[in-house]
């Protein structure tokens, strides 16, 4: 298998420059290279006839160019233009922003063209996603690849490129699976599927190709996941906690509250792991105000009981003074020292804090990144606890971790993720799920209301406020610019404050404001002395006000779904009915599907399988997680059979094996980046 990973310079076909150009994109050896698949296929076995064109369908054509054309748009998009014949009819097609097809696609070429067919002005265009200029090379072949190209490459070079390391690498590729494996999957042989990905033969031996490649990653990344996964159990002077002193105990009999039949299960879960002598690494999911913040308290009691400390890492200030006040009343009549460090903390006290974490004093340290930071240091860390996980990169968690001696780790999360793509994408941690919510909990009544009703969303919840209930309003996001962000709240503040509820008192918050500005208008607004919250996202996540009823979401359209449901759960925590208006003005078919979703149902599970169908993996978090930008073929919506099929197959084969000098080999290069990330 070494052969495979030989520079592709000296390849027939290739040389330095092209070898340059592949590097660019991401194809480094003759591994890389088979596993570089088409991004599309021309089928000259499907080809339509324009004659027999309908809106809204995707087709191949083979045509004569007849004319070209271009002009710019008012708003400066480029538009190539070409009048395209067969022995039907002609059509107009279209590219957009590519001024550079004028010096390539001449009158009289003859091409193939893939594209979608659309209607304008009572004529049909075609927009094309894809085109080749026909010459003797494709003669041989009814389904043509296309691949991403970079610098000199084209079409018809990497084609012949391909066809020379299949014919004459291709035998040199490991099979991994046995013949019993294959059989009970359905699964071809990793050569044939190889080929076929590239030149297929059929539709059928294209889908088997797939099929096989996408099982193949992904029985791949569970390994990678499990590999990762058993190193960090395999490891000497682990933090194993066990009680010397009754403060769980003591802790639990003080809640206000009896723990749900789910939180008791969590609970056993991560106790079962604190009590073990190998590393935790957990992840608990649970939805908006399952109960998170009391499992996390419990199991901090637990650590320091056991003469451990304990760390809490929460993605903003907001959300760490918020734990910060919770565990100061769990943990009231304790001598359990507490302390929160965050960005905004001064420097006088932020000293005490570092010297008081050094000693030991401390023993359970709360905070935003500012826990990572290099000053930091702690006595005898054994509980490394991450909130809202999602909105920190695998190499964040780490650095906390290595701030005690392999302390145990339990990362957290309100943004709920389908189970089976839980298990995909967090293979390296255990799952634990919290479903229940705490009971007498009411569901949030959720409406969608298009902008021209925004009076009446405003005046009904005046008649709330009236009643001595608090609102938020969350001001519209209007693009990748925090300034701009800013700019939508004040101007909204302004409207509220001083027409809308010019009665009331009306806070503003967001996200760079002073930490002490942030504190005494949260503060404010929980004792009531503010009515209406004016927000950025700032308080997407952990802000818990009883008293708060309802939330306006103004141009919720420009939300993604799982951030319109986090918003939705500042409010229903307390006795009052509660209600999430969101106002939009909703053009696409998407962001329709996505509030309608919010309409319908309160489950965060139920609306995370809704997201990511929408959505798709890619995007799902907010930032990309360990291997899955690498994986070329296998998709995290569509293949969720080959998901379970590949975990079970990776749970079947021996460690020896997983371990074993090929399989290192194979992982290493299939997940270059990742590998990269974590040595990182």
Not at 90 to 115: C, D, M, R
Not at 143 to 150: A, D, G
Not at 364 to 384: M, P, S
Request: glycine content about 6%; proline content about 4%.
């Amino acid at each position: 298998m070494e052969s495979l990973f030989r520079e592709l310079q000296y390849i027939k076909g290739v040389g330095p420059k092209r070898n340059q150009d592949l590097q660019k994109l991401g194809v480094q050896n003759i591994f890389d290279l088979l596993w570089y698949v088409p991004r599309a296929y021309f089928n000259r076995s499907n080809l339509s006839a324009i004659s027999d064109l309908s809106p809204d369908t995707t087709v191949n054509l083979q045509v004569r160019v007849l004319s070209t054309g271009h002009n710019r748009t008012g708003r400066g998009f480029h538009i190539f233009k070409a009048l395209l014949e067969d022995d039907t009819g002609i059509i107009t097609a279209v590219w957009f922003n590519q001024p550079f097809l004028a010096n390539i696609i001449k009158s009289g070429q003859e091409i193939l063209v893939t594209g979608k067919v659309d209607s304008r002005y009572r004529e049909l265009q075609l927009h094309v996603s894809a085109y080749e200029i026909l010459d003797g090379e494709l003669s041989e072949f009814n389904v043509v690849p296309v691949y991403p190209l970079s610098g000199s490459l084209n079409q018809k070079s990497l084609r012949k490129i391909m066809q020379f390391v299949l014919q004459n690498c291709l035998p040199d590729y490991p099979e991994i699976l046995t013949p019993a494996i294959k059989e009970k999957f359905g699964l071809t042989d990793i050569h044939t599927a190889i080929h076929n990905i590239h030149f297929p033969q059929s539709a059928e031996s294209y889908l088997q190709a797939r099929k096989r490649l996408a099982f193949e990653e992904l029985l791949l990344f569970q390994l990678s996941l499990e590999k990762y996964h058993t190193q960090g159990q395999l490891v000497e002077n682990c933090a194993v906690h066990q009680d010397k002193t009754d403060l769980y105990t003591e802790l639990q009999h003080k809640l206000p509250f009896t723990l749900t039949h789910d939180q008791e299960k969590v609970l056993q879960e991560i106790f079962a792991d604190m009590e073990s002598p190998r590393v935790m690494n957990r992840l608990l999911q649970g939805d908006v105000g399952a109960g998170k913040t009391v499992v996390a308290a419990l199991a901090m009691a637990k650590a320091v009981a056991s003469g451990y400390q304990a760390a809490l890492m929460a993605p903003t200030e907001i959300l760490a003074q918020q734990h910060y006040l919770a565990l100061q009343e769990y943990f009231a009549d304790s001598e359990v020292v507490l302390a929160c460090l965050t960005g905004g903390t001064p420097l006088p006290e932020r000293r005490m804090i570092l010297q008081a974490a050094r000693s030991g004093e401390i023993n359970i340290l709360l905070g935003t990144h500012a826990l990572i930071q290099e000053q930091v240091e702690f006595n005898n860390l054994g509980l490394v606890i991450i909130d809202e996980q999602h909105r920190f990169g695998v190499r964040q968690r780490a650095l906390l971790s290595q701030k005690g001696e392999n302390p145990d780790v339990l990362v957290m999360t309100a943004t709920p993720i389908p189970r089976t793509l839980a298990l995909t994408a967090y293979g390296d941690l255990d799952l634990s799920v919290i479903h229940e919510l705490p009971p007498g909990r009411k569901p949030v009544k959720t409406r969608y209301l298009p902008r021209s009703a925004r009076h009446q969303a405003y005046e009904f919840t005046r008649q709330l406020i009236k009643q001595g209930e608090q609102a938020y309003v969350v001001c519209p996001l209007v693009e990748e610019s925090e300034k701009q962000d800013l700019q939508a709240a004040i101007t909204l503040y302004e409207e509220l404050s001083h027409s809308i509820y010019a009665e009331f008192t009306v806070g503003l918050i967001y996200g760079r404001m002073k930490a002490d500005e942030k504190d005494l208008i949260m503060q404010r607004f929980k004792s009531g002395q503010v009515q209406v919250l004016v927000s950025t996202t700032v308080i997407e996540v952990g802000v818990d006000v009883a008293n708060a009823s309802v939330i306006i979401i103004e141009h919720a359209e420009r939300f993604g779904l799982s951030q319109l449901h986090q918003l939705r759960g500042r409010v229903g925590r307390g006795s009052h009915q509660s209600y999430c208006i969101m106002l939009a003005d909703a053009r696409t078919e998407e962001a329709k599907r996505r509030l309608k979703a919010m309409e319908k149902s309160n489950d965060g599970f139920e609306l995370a399988n809704e997201d990511l169908a929408i959505r798709g993996p890619g995007d799902f978090w907010g930032v990309r997680q360990h291997g899955l930008q690498e994986l070329k073929i296998a998709s995290l919506v569509k293949d969720i059979d080959l998901i379970r099929s590949s975990i079970e197959v990776a749970g079947l084969l021996e460690p020896e094996y997983i371990q074993s000098p090929i399989m290192n080999l194979y992982i290493k290069n299939k997940f270059k980046q990742s590998n990269e990330i974590a040595r990182n």
